[in-house]
């Protein structure tokens, strides 16, 4: 099964979705199951995982909505409110959803940029192993460093880090980041999505040699059996063609066994999310 594990749907909202400023025009509108199961169809996808795009959870009444209509939506990767005095409750209730695999928080848009380490925040990571849940780490290159403290305070809580935390791709700086996955590949627990690239570079000029050198560190840190494909659908549409896009990916991987392939394009999806 091939498995893209990060899209999202919406019906556009123009106040609740203001992070999609007039330079995104291109996806200031609905995005549905119907728009994107033939995509999927053409680039030989199996089938994906819905992620939250706004923090509430109306978003997860939503998304599980789409999910029980469409059979190729896998999962659903929620929202929730880690911090709050009833978060038990909450994913005690959320439990009973079968394609609710996980949640995620925009930590990328906090002010304080060590939320993470909040202990209101971690109180809450702490409660989702029990229900089986996982957690997408959403952040950039500033707030890696926070990352190692975080996964190891739970080492049996798999995460996944989207994005490849969204290096500087457009101005083609990678040292520092590079240096920060390497030491964040190291955490067990820790996988990585192959997704959002597009969005970092060049959205007008990007050429694929502009990916190799993230890619490259990516696939040596983390190894086959850590690394999953996402597509980033809707968003990655700023840049390029949801095609445009997985063919980067499908380059880069072009040379890795047939097993490893498959291992990358959705085996390791399908363990990390459960997908049944």
């Known amino acids: 099964m091939r498995i893209d594990a990060h899209q999202h749907f919406w019906i556009f909202d123009p106040v609740r979705d203001s992070w999609i400023n007039e330079d995104m025009a291109v996806i ?12 999927l169809h053409q680039n030989n996808i199996n089938g994906c995982v819905a992620v939250q795009a706004d923090q509430s959870e109306t978003e997860n009444d939503f998304l599980l909505g789409l999910a029980d209509q469409n059979d190729f939506i896998k999962g659903v990767v929620g929202w929730v409110d880690l911090r709050a005095g009833n978060i038990e409750e909450r994913l005690e209730y959320y439990s009973q959803f079968k394609k609710l695999k996980g949640f995620r928080h925009v930590l990328q848009g906090e002010e304080n940029r060590a939320l993470m380490l909040n202990l209101q925040f971690m109180n809450g990571i702490a409660q989702l192993k029990k229900y089986g849940f996982t957690y997408d780490i959403l952040i950039f290159p500033d707030q890696l460093q926070y990352v190692p403290e975080f996964v190891n ?9 989207d994005h490849i935390a969204k290096p500087d791709i457009k101005n083609h700086k990678v040292a520092d980041w590079a240096k920060d996955i390497r030491a964040i590949a190291e955490l067990d627990n820790l996988w990585c999505k192959v997704s959002g690239m597009v969005t970092e570079a060049d959205w007008k000029n990007w050429a694929i040699d502009d990916f190799e050198p993230y890619l490259d560190v990516v696939f040596e840190a983390f190894g086959i059996e850590k690394v999953m494909f996402g597509s980033d659908w809707p968003v990655c549409q700023v840049a390029a ?21 498959s291992i990358f394009w959705g085996e390791n999806a399908v363990n990390f999310y459960n997908i049944q």
């Open 28 to 39: 200031q509108r609905d995005f549905l199951p119907a728009d994107l199961e033939p995509i």
């Open 153 to 161: 305070a739970f080492p049996d809580q798999k995460f996944v880090l």
């Open 241 to 261: 063609s949801y095609a445009n896009m997985a063919d980067i990916v499908k380059q880069y991987t072009s040379t890795l066994s047939i097993s490893e392939q």
